[in-house]
């Protein structure tokens, strides 16, 4: 037993609550034989197998639904014990500037700044939502320390020479649908299951993150375009079509819209990041840790 580590409990919480090597080394931002080389040093440290190797992902084996589920207490605890003894002699404050994409600041960047008025209240911060073009400007102007954005397949390859990128556990994409829609309820959903479906897409700027239909769909039926992610959860709660989704905004859904998971195996994923100058300050590395917590705040299960 003493041969666990904290590592090796998150890594497996990853796995068991993603169903997949791989959907788990795009959310810790690690390569998928990093994952596996966790995966078993953890099995030979607790003596059982704790997922069972299937065609399409993993399964969880008894003895891995019990890790999962101590993992997910113990890495709450140090997350706990971290932010208590930080507060014993916390001496941040000022002001810090944080930007972030809209669907960011749905649910993850407000699940952040709760997190910093617990363990840093004398440290200030202001929002801005904007697109990711702006956010890049502005973080080289000096107008915001940190932004938060999305980067990967089907967005564009943006410039982020000279700034620090902080990976963000925050998830891939996922799909809003009716509450009451055939596909409701269900974990995940194949690919093939949506191609027949009306999108609801987004309007948004250029550079903006354009969520239409599933990325790997070719020639979707787009019933709607609309640039808020209101309207566009709005137009899926009354039935009239489905929605790309952020697996980060996915708690601020409203009623009448639930959320699956789409298993795709020719879909590379996205991922989220934390930008900031190469050298911040406390007060800005505290700030990306709170965005951190936050994500963790968000992920299936989380207590």
Same mark, same amino acid.
């Given at each position: 037993?003493?041969?666990?580590?904290?590592?090796?409990?998150?890594?497996?919480?990853?796995?068991?609550?993603?169903?997949?090597?791989?959907?788990?080394?795009?959310?810790?931002?690690?390569? /998928?034989?990093?994952?596996?080389? /966790?995966?078993?040093?953890?099995?030979?440290?607790?003596?059982?197998?704790?997922?069972?190797?299937? !065609?399409?992902?993993?399964?969880?084996? @008894?003895?891995?639904?019990?890790?999962?589920?101590?993992?997910?207490?113990?890495?709450?605890?140090?997350?706990?014990?971290?932010?208590?003894?930080?507060?014993?002699?916390?001496?941040?404050?000022?002001?810090?500037?944080?930007? +972030?994409?809209?669907?960011?600041?749905? +649910?993850?960047?407000?699940?952040?700044?709760?997190?910093?008025?617990?363990?840093?209240?004398?440290?200030?911060?202001?929002?801005?939502?904007?697109?990711? !073009?702006?956010?890049?400007?502005?973080?080289?102007?000096?107008?915001? /320390?940190?932004?938060?954005?999305?980067?990967?397949?089907?967005? %564009?390859?943006?410039?982020?020479?000279?700034?620090?990128?902080?990976?963000? @556990?925050?998830?891939?994409?996922?799909?809003?649908?009716?509450?009451?829609?055939?596909?409701?309820?269900?974990?995940?959903?194949?690919?093939?299951?949506?191609?027949?479906?009306?999108?609801?897409?987004?309007?948004?700027?250029?550079?903006? %993150? /354009?969520?239409?239909?599933? !990325?790997?769909?070719?020639? @979707?039926?787009?019933?709607?375009?609309?640039?808020?992610?209101?309207?566009?959860?709005?137009?899926?709660?009354?039935?009239?079509?489905?929605?790309?989704?952020?697996?980060?905004?996915?708690?601020?859904? %409203?009623?009448?819209?639930?959320?699956?998971?789409?298993?795709? !195996?020719?879909?590379?994923?996205?991922?989220?990041?934390?930008?900031?100058?190469?050298?911040?300050?406390?007060?800005?590395?505290?700030?990306?840790?709170?965005?951190?917590?936050?994500?963790?705040?968000?992920? %299936?299960?989380?207590?």
């Amino acid at each position: 037993m003493a041969e666990m580590t904290l590592e090796g409990l998150r890594v497996c919480r990853e796995v068991a609550l993603l169903g997949s090597f791989t959907a788990a080394a795009h959310s810790l931002g690690y390569s /998928q034989p990093a994952i596996s080389r /966790q995966v078993a040093a953890m099995e030979a440290a607790v003596g059982y197998s704790l997922f069972d190797r299937e !065609p399409r992902g993993v399964s969880v084996t @008894p003895a891995g639904a019990l890790v999962a589920e101590h993992a997910a207490r113990v890495l709450n605890g140090v997350t706990a014990l971290s932010r208590d003894l930080d507060g014993l002699g916390d001496r941040l404050a000022g002001r810090v500037a944080v930007g +972030a994409f809209p669907a960011a600041m749905a +649910a993850l960047i407000p699940h952040a700044v709760a997190h910093l008025a617990v363990a840093h209240p004398g440290l200030a911060v202001t929002l801005a939502e904007e697109s990711t !073009p702006a956010l890049l400007r502005d973080l080289r102007g000096g107008r915001v /320390q940190v932004a938060v954005v999305g980067v990967g397949t089907g967005l %564009p390859n943006y410039d982020f020479e000279g700034l620090r990128q902080h990976p963000i @556990p925050a998830g891939d994409l996922c799909v809003a649908v009716p509450a009451d829609h055939r596909l409701a309820g269900r974990r995940a959903v194949p690919v093939r299951e949506l191609v027949e479906e009306p999108w609801i897409a987004g309007a948004g700027s250029a550079g903006d %993150p /354009q969520f239409a239909a599933w !990325p790997t769909l070719t020639d @979707p039926l787009i019933r709607h375009r609309v640039r808020s992610w209101p309207a566009r959860l709005g137009l899926v709660a009354t039935g009239l079509g489905i929605c790309l989704l952020p697996e980060l905004a996915v708690a601020s859904v %409203p009623h009448g819209v639930a959320t699956v998971a789409v298993d795709d !195996p020719a879909w590379p994923g996205r991922r989220t990041v934390a930008l900031t100058a190469p050298d911040p300050g406390l007060a800005v590395l505290a700030v990306v840790a709170a965005v951190r917590a936050g994500a963790e705040d968000l992920r %299936p299960g989380a207590t």
